[in-house]
């Protein structure tokens, strides 16, 4: 029964995957409680799940403050506008529902858009060091230019909080534990291939 626990086998390296993403879901949670350093948190999970993907050696815990220092003012900046964005859009949808009920789907869809390119945003500033105006572009023509796998992280990202809310008994603490280390972890997986890519071209 020994090889069940050797370090190099599938099950104790998933074992280890799923502990790590807990603990980097409790420390992005416990680090976006003033809400504004939010953009940071994420940025510095990203960071650390794209290093899990490419299996680059390092300490979870230390790259993951390390990351969330370096990219402070960026991601509250970054984090801000978002925040924006998505709160005008929230009252053009309820607004679009009191008055013009048909623009309330393209108002929603407009939202689903914001939530996809900042994927790529918060994936391009954890690992690359690019103005935002610079990322954005960048993650604009990322989002359309790979839609299959945009739209993959987009749809698993809805579905996962979509469903874990609706079944909320079962979902709360799977939201706990892994509502934002899973998805993001899954959208370094996608996004690895296409970060790879790019430094090839680069190289």
Do not use: H
């Amino acid at each position: 029964m020994d090889w069940l626990f050797d370090a190099d086998k599938p099950l104790m390296r998933g074992l280890s995957a799923i502990a790590d993403l807990l603990i980097l879901n409790l420390l992005t949670i416990l680090c976006s409680i003033p809400v504004i350093t939010a953009g940071p948190a994420i940025i510095a999970l990203f960071t650390t799940a794209i290093r899990m993907v490419r299996n680059e050696d390092g300490s979870l815990v230390r790259d993951y403050f390390r990351a969330f220092s370096a990219n402070l003012k960026l991601g509250i900046l970054f984090w801000i506008l978002l925040l924006i964005c998505m709160g005008l859009l929230y009252f053009d949808y309820l607004a679009a529902q009191a008055y013009a009920p048909v623009m309330s789907p393209v108002i929603a869809a407009m939202g689903v858009l914001v939530l996809a390119v900042s994927f790529y945003i918060f994936g391009l500033l954890a690992r690359y060091a690019d103005t935002l105006k610079v990322t954005v572009k960048k993650a604009i023509f990322l989002a359309v230019g790979y839609f299959p796998r945009t739209l993959a992280m987009t749809a698993f990202f809805m579905a996962f909080w979509v469903l874990s809310i609706r079944y909320i008994q079962f979902g709360a603490p799977i939201l706990l534990m892994f509502g934002l280390s899973l998805p993001c972890y899954v959208c370094a997986i996608l996004m690895n291939g296409i970060f790879t890519q790019l430094e090839n071209k680069k190289g």
